[in-house]
């Protein structure tokens, strides 16, 4: 392997807590994690999307709805029965190969496991998130009038840490590899794609480091003070400029990381309004363009202005995620068109998180998408922040907004997004690791207005997080064994019956507090305290392996095994 992936390489698997693995499982893991990064804001676990043995020539595989990976076909019928049409539906696939040749019969066994995988024919594999990846793409074929463009895309990786060079052989098993993809008839957008070790790093690179752009203004106006604002502009641009230097990444695709703070994902070009913006685009009317829309609000905690340019770091559209997927979609017809465009810089959390409410409060959004600016959230922010951050046996970091803590050199096994913080709270106080495991959209229609009630107490969130972070380490040392990782969300509500006892408490209760003080003095550092409780813990839920795929069994199993502690 190249010296420089495998510095790369063993910066993440410390970062992810992967030494244990061997490293070509480090590296399916690497690769893996680069690819869905690259393609998708939204936060995922990486032993969801990775594969074990009998992995059928694939390392890695997500099924994503609107940009979010999902995990069974239970919640993908959920998503579909919403009544919305035009979901945008992907099915990426990775193979990773840590040699540096590019082996045509592994390229070819890569091909003929993603050809079995999309066939309506029985499936014969037993690894478990190939079973419910498959599932789940099961599901988006039924449903696939509420499909975007009536069909699924797919995009199919072969990674290796060589230098690739298109050869003969290999590139004409590429183009086949496509030409049955789209014979298949299952897949509108088809992509094949050979990487080697310089598109791999800049993948991983681009993981981990900030987004900054440029941006000529056609005229500005600057606000005058405002409370909580650095700065704020009225600009007028081009729409050509605003997609080719904000909204596209270098290899042509949209830059989804912009719009992680719009609560509202895109809704697809059948959407009325969206019709409508598209219609202005390519009527006579297209000079109107500035009156006629609203625009693109941007803040970014660096603004500088230079003449007419803006400079902007680690931006955010806030508002405007229907214009700007529009303005994307029509692009080549854009010509002279003006948007308007609202730029604010703040490094106010308590502004930035008013002006994504506001600016997203023009029309109906599911309330589980501000979950980030409840004021419980921020109290559990803070209850991590307090946290000495030289003591690194306690020290974990919550991630209310997506990348909140990119560039700044802490370890990923120690930021907990509040997707990730929510399923240890579900599973561990409210003891229903099967909606963490499997069912997160079913999660927070169940749990949501538990977990995030205005009185649960911040500690809650603290113990639940540094339990798992203590189960991640094991497992990371091998004292705990790798195959253990499958069960960690039904580990975490054993653990805290061995340490506090079966019952539960509300979350907002004295009790909750007790519990939690408990929990946190027995994970308060990586000792025999801590390995024995999960010890126990994962001896209980080996039980569960033989009934891995069926939701109501483990749930019961789990029962009859809180009953024997």
Known sequence: MHRIVQS?????????????????????????????????????????????EDDDGID???????????????????IFQDGRR???????????KSGERFDLGDFLKFKEGVLRFISGEDYRVSEETLVEAKGTFDEIILNVPKVRNGKPSIYAYYITTGLYQAPQEIEQARLEFERQLLQSGYFH??????????ELTKLWVGTYSGTQASLSAFSNAALPAISGIDEAYLAVVKGVDLVDKLLITEDGNLRGQVFEENVRAYLGDENPVNKSISETIHSLSSSRFPV?????????????LQGNVFHLRNFQIVNGCQTSNVLFENRAALGDLMVNVKIVETQDEDVFAELVRATNSQSKVDDAQFLSLKPVVRRVEQYFDSIDSTDIEKKLYLERRDRQYVGQDIPALRIYSLHNAAKCVASMFCMRPELAFRYPKQMYSDLGDIM??????????????LTMHRFNLLASNGVIPQNMKRFKWHILAVARAIICGRDLCKLGSREAIKQSDAIVRKMDTH??????????????CKGLGEVTNDRMKRQAILTDMLDAI
């Open 292 to 304: 006629l829309n609203n625009g693109v609000t941007i803040v970014s905690p660096d603004v500088q």
């Open 86 to 96: 035009n979901r945008d539906v992907d099915a990426v696939f990775i193979q990773a």
């Open 452 to 465: 995030f009630a205005d009185e649960v107490k911040e500690q809650v969130y603290y113990a639940a997080c």
């Open 8 to 52: 790369h390489l063993k910066n993440f698997s410390e970062s992810f807590g992967c030494e244990a693995m061997t490293p070509s499982e480090q590296f399916e893991r690497f690769c893996t994690y680069s690819i869905l990064s690259s393609r998708y804001s939204a936060e995922f676990d990486l032993d969801d999307v990775s594969t074990g």
């Open 189 to 198: 957008d088809v992509t094949v794609s050979i990487l080697g070790r310089d």
């Open 60 to 78: 890695g595989i997500a099924i994503t709805i609107d940009e979010i990976p999902c995990l069974s076909f239970e919640d993908a019928k959920a």
């Open 527 to 540: 000792g025999p305290e801590a390995t024995r409780v999960f010890e126990k813990a994962a001896d209980i």
